[in-house]
């Protein structure tokens, strides 16, 4: 049961009526506390069991007339608990279009003896009359009060009886004066009327809601000479039917606007409740789904029935629970996405199963973000071993260079001293082309090594920083570390390669993971300190020792049990930062966290 249906259930339960909703086989599927009171617990029972005590149908029973699309009220007295009622009943459409019959049982009986001691004696009659609860009257069929009790003078605010007699009831008491034409032409007609709904004004011409019940009052003759009967005050009624309309509003308006697919199935799997964000993420209207589609076609096959079983066994997240975990899902186009869903069992106050409800989280374009994240920190690992190649790569060719200018020059001499057509001389001049040959492609190797620089341009630091950190937040989440950041407003920009920056803070963060596998804080603060742009990186890991601090900017250096990246990250970042022209400083000690801070100058734009 929704949480709807329980405000609605505790609000009927305060009714001083009895209600109750029958289906069409006159099965009971609904008694209020005031209904089971008088009658007993008869939900799923037949109505005439419940109320009578019978095998069979009630002789009074006007069900069929009800069921047809007729509302009718009436009197009716009951055996089984001896009173008399004033018995309301309508037709009531279910979500899936079949009818019930709605009946409302207000117990009268208090009333019927208190009619029959007025006819006792007239003492008795005033006594009542005048304590009765609700406003009593007799009135001519003209339109003028013949008597009125004090409820009814407090009901309409007129303080004395005088003052009331002498109103016109056409002009005076009736909001809309076709009401009391249609008044006369009822109970003049039945010699009755039962609840009829009116709209009365007080003194001071403001509207109130009064349901009459009257009575024809005859002379010797059998003339029509006026009416008798009550007025019952409704506002508190209207009143409490308008908070639980509001009640109601304001929860469909809550499960509407959420932001999170909200979805709801009876036991039998059809859905019940499809909010605007599962229209978004799965393609199907409210209209298409509701009391239409089963919930098995939203999920790929076995699926659903998988999480009614845990939903019904006490591992995980206990009985009547789907803890979250990610489920795959189909959208109305094939299409499979992913995410998390959250379930839960609905019980009614019994505790039987009533409907499943769940929401599920679309983390599709998370799930996309992380893989492209993975796809960056590969091409990461894989600049930083070319880079560190690269550098190889310079310092052989750098090394072989002065030896093989060395073994060139040397030829050139020996040639001088070998005349040309001597054969030696020959060998000499194919020894020299060889080496002018090896020259040559030491000279490609460092142009290779030596790759085109990044394109510079006017950057903001922080911007590139909240970048990443919305990259990596849901993985440190996983690691249990908290980001904290301090950005400066306004601050100043630098120029650098948006690229190799980015390289830079994912190498930061990746490190600072890694020195936090029981988890942390990790603070990020951006600030100016004169001409230059500071971004601080700090973790409470397991921090670096002091023997090693000198040591962290060379290349293949690294202090990870199992070596990730060849040690390359903090030789490249350091190369990168050089390069921009600021500087990387860290400060650490065991135990206690690491911070790096990564200066740039300020970039001073052209006038």
Same mark, same amino acid.
């Given at each position: 049961?929704? @949480?709807? *249906?329980?405000?609605?259930?505790?609000?009927?339960?305060?009714?001083?009526?009895?209600? &109750?909703?029958?289906?069409?086989?006159?099965?009971?599927?609904?008694? *209020?506390?005031?209904?089971?009171?008088?009658? %007993?617990?008869?939900?799923?029972?037949?109505? /005439?069991?419940?109320?009578?005590?019978?095998?069979?149908?009630?002789?009074?029973?006007?069900?069929?007339?009800?069921?047809?699309?007729?509302?009718?009220?009436?009197?009716? #007295?009951?055996?089984?608990?001896?009173?008399?009622?004033?018995?309301?009943?309508?037709?009531?459409?279910? +979500?899936?279009?079949?009818?019930?019959?709605?009946?409302? /049982? @207000?117990?009268?009986? !208090?009333?019927?003896?208190?009619?029959?001691?007025?006819?006792?004696?007239?003492?008795?009659?005033?006594?009542?009359?005048? !304590?009765?609860?609700?406003?009593? &009257?007799?009135?001519?069929?003209? %339109?003028?009060?013949?008597?009125?009790?004090?409820?009814?003078?407090?009901?309409?605010? #007129?303080?004395?009886?005088?003052?009331?007699?002498?109103?016109?009831?056409?002009?005076?008491? #009736?909001?809309?004066?076709?009401?009391?034409?249609?008044?006369?032409?009822?109970?003049?007609?039945?010699?009755?009327?039962?609840? &009829?709904?009116?709209?009365?004004?007080?003194?001071?011409?403001?509207?109130?809601?009064?349901?009459?019940?009257?009575?024809? @009052? #005859?002379? !010797?003759?059998g003339n029509v000479i006026g009416y008798e009967g009550i007025n019952v005050d409704q506002t508190q009624r209207y009143q409490m039917e308008r908070k639980l309309r509001e009640a109601h509003d304001f929860m469909n308006k809550i499960v509407q606007s959420a932001p999170i697919s909200i979805m709801a199935a009876d036991l039998e799997g059809n859905i019940i409740i499809w909010n605007k964000a599962a229209e978004k993420t799965l393609g199907y209207s409210s209209e298409e789904v509701i009391g239409k589609m089963h919930i098995t076609k939203v999920y790929p096959d076995g699926r659903a029935h998988e999480i009614m079983k845990v939903l019904r066994r006490s591992e995980e997240g206990g009985i009547g629970v789907f803890p979250p975990q990610p489920v795959l899902y189909v959208r109305q186009d094939g299409r499979i996405i992913e995410g998390h869903l959250s379930a839960a069992m609905i019980y009614d106050d019994d505790g039987n199963e009533v409907a499943t409800v769940g929401s599920f989280v679309d983390l599709t374009e998370r799930i996309e973000m992380e893989r492209a994240l993975s796809k960056t920190q590969e091409q990461l690992l894989h600049s930083e071993k070319l880079a560190a190649m690269g550098r190889l790569t310079s310092q052989v060719a750098h090394e072989l260079n002065n030896p093989l200018y060395g073994i060139m020059n040397t030829l050139e001499l020996l040639k001088s001293e070998v005349p040309p057509g001597n054969k030696r001389r020959k060998l000499l001049d194919m +020894?020299?082309?060889?080496?002018?040959?090896?020259?040559?492609?030491?000279?490609?190797?460092?142009?290779?090594?030596?790759?085109?620089?990044?394109?510079?341009?006017?950057? *903001?630091?922080?911007?590139?920083?909240?970048?990443?950190?919305?990259? !990596?937040?849901?993985?440190?989440?996983? &690691?249990?570390?908290?980001?904290?950041?301090?950005?400066?407003?306004?601050?100043?920009?630098? /120029?650098?390669?948006? *690229?190799?920056?980015r390289q830079v803070f994912l190498n930061m963060v990746s490190n600072a993971r890694d020195a936090m596998p029981d988890g942390g804080t990790f603070t990020v603060k951006t600030f100016k300190e004169n001409d230059f742009v500071n971004i601080q990186f700090t973790d409470t890991g397991i921090g670096i020792a002091e023997d090693n601090l000198s040591k962290i900017f060379d290349s293949f250096f690294t202090t990870k049990s199992s070596v990730k990246g060849v040690g390359l990250g903090l030789s490249v970042c350091y190369g990168f930062i050089k390069d921009h022209g600021g500087d990387i400083k860290v400060q650490s000690k065991p135990g206690d966290g690491t911070t790096f801070t990564i200066s740039l100058p300020v970039h001073q734009q052209e006038e």
């Open positions: 049961m929704d @949480r709807e *249906n329980v405000m609605l259930n505790g609000i009927l339960d305060t009714l001083e009526d009895g209600v &109750y909703i029958i289906s069409q086989d006159f099965t009971v599927e609904y008694m *209020n506390r005031k209904m089971v009171d008088m009658f %007993g617990e008869g939900v799923g029972k037949k109505c /005439y069991q419940v109320i009578n005590n019978s095998r069979a149908i009630c002789p009074w029973c006007r069900s069929r007339q009800v069921l047809s699309g007729e509302s009718i009220n009436w009197e009716l #007295y009951v055996p089984k608990v001896d009173k008399t009622f004033e018995l309301k009943e309508s037709p009531f459409t279910n +979500s899936d279009q079949t009818i019930s019959k709605l009946s409302i /049982y @207000r117990d009268i009986t !208090h009333l019927k003896q208190k009619e029959a001691k007025l006819k006792t004696t007239v003492e008795e009659y005033r006594t009542i009359f005048e !304590h009765v609860a609700v406003g009593v &009257y007799i009135s001519t069929k003209e %339109g003028k009060f013949v008597d009125a009790n004090q409820a009814l003078l407090d009901m309409l605010g #007129y303080s004395s009886l005088e003052e009331f007699l002498e109103i016109d009831i056409i002009k005076d008491l #009736y909001l809309f004066p076709e009401d009391r034409k249609m008044f006369q032409q009822m109970i003049e007609r039945d010699g009755r009327v039962i609840d &009829y709904e009116v709209q009365f004004k007080r003194k001071d011409g403001t509207p109130i809601p009064v349901l009459m019940t009257s009575h024809v @009052r #005859y002379d !010797h003759q +020894s020299l082309s060889e080496i002018v040959r090896l020259a040559d492609m030491l000279k490609k190797m460092l142009s290779f090594s030596k790759p085109e620089q990044e394109i510079k341009k006017s950057v *903001n630091v922080t911007t590139v920083v909240d970048e990443i950190l919305l990259l !990596h937040e849901k993985q440190l989440q996983e &690691y249990s570390i908290k980001i904290k950041t301090d950005f400066e407003a306004d601050l100043a920009d630098v /120029y650098a390669s948006t *690229n190799q920056l």
